[in-house]
């Protein structure tokens, strides 16, 4: 009858099926009622038995949306432990209380980019990337294209393929990393200089260190004003630099 009245074939395999499933329902939710202090999973039960289908969908509607949230929360938890781990030194375990996290929250960028960096100092890059990309992708969903955030992401990525030593790669994504930072932050800002730094890096490692040496005197008239020139961040794009010079004096 039900079927009917939406319109839907009664056939036979179908009502085969729904009849599974009603059996499994009824026998998850007895299981439920019993196992549960909640006793909306019992009005849920009754409900369901007396064919009220519409009220024991609610109540579980309502079960399923805090359950949710307890996961949330254990998501969080999950994230906080694989911080401390990493604080710890201990990347393995950190990798592990991430990729949790991830499994109980899998749309959360934070979570899916700290599993990346995990895998990073792990040495194991592959993976770094893969999880890279998925939080650029929802990073891109979440905050759209030129948030700060999503810029992270993609330096991570330059990051991670760098460390494959795949120069061009790296540039790709350290390069949309610089141009969404400028758009956000301007030119003169700290955050922009390293992006700059990071593809000085990547320019330097293919040779190219006439380009190398722009990005890092950019990166450098930047950081000497707005952190000093004592600055570890200032002190280590001087050196750079100087490397960069160096080299290309080499090379000729």
């Not at 990729?99 to 990346?116: F, W």
Request: net charge neutral; proline share 2%; charged share 35%.
């Amino acid at each position: 009858i039900q079927l009917a009245k939406k319109g839907i074939e009664a056939k036979q395999q179908l009502i085969d099926e729904l009849e599974k499933k009603n059996q499994e329902l009824k026998k998850a939710l007895l299981k439920r009622s019993r196992t549960t202090k909640d006793k909306r999973a019992e009005e849920a039960l009754v409900a369901f038995k007396a064919g009220d289908y519409e009220k024991a969908r609610e109540l579980f509607e309502t079960l399923r949306k805090e359950e949710k949230e307890k996961e949330r929360e254990h998501a969080e938890t999950a994230y906080n432990l694989g911080n401390v781990y990493f604080v710890e030194l201990d990347f393995s375990k950190a990798l592990d209380a991430y990729l949790d996290a991830v499994r109980l929250a899998p749309d959360n960028s934070t979570y899916l980019n700290e599993a990346g960096i995990s895998f990073y100092t792990l040495a194991q890059y592959d993976k770094a990337i893969e999880y890279f990309e998925k939080a650029l992708k929802s990073g891109i969903k979440t905050f759209g294209e030129d948030h700060p955030q999503v810029a992270i992401y993609r330096n991570n990525l330059g990051m991670a393929w760098y460390a494959k030593g795949e120069y061009g790669k790296a540039i790709e994504y350290y390069e949309k990393a610089l141009k969404s930072g400028i758009k956000t932050f301007g030119e003169d800002h700290p955050q922009v200089a390293i992006y700059r730094n990071n593809l000085g890096g990547a320019w330097r490692a293919k040779g190219e260190y006439g380009k190398a040496i722009e990005y890092y005197e950019k990166a450098l008239s930047v950081l000497s004003v707005k952190l000093g020139n004592e600055h570890p961040d200032t002190k280590l794009i001087e050196t750079n630099l100087s490397l960069a010079k160096k080299e290309k004096l080499e090379s000729k």
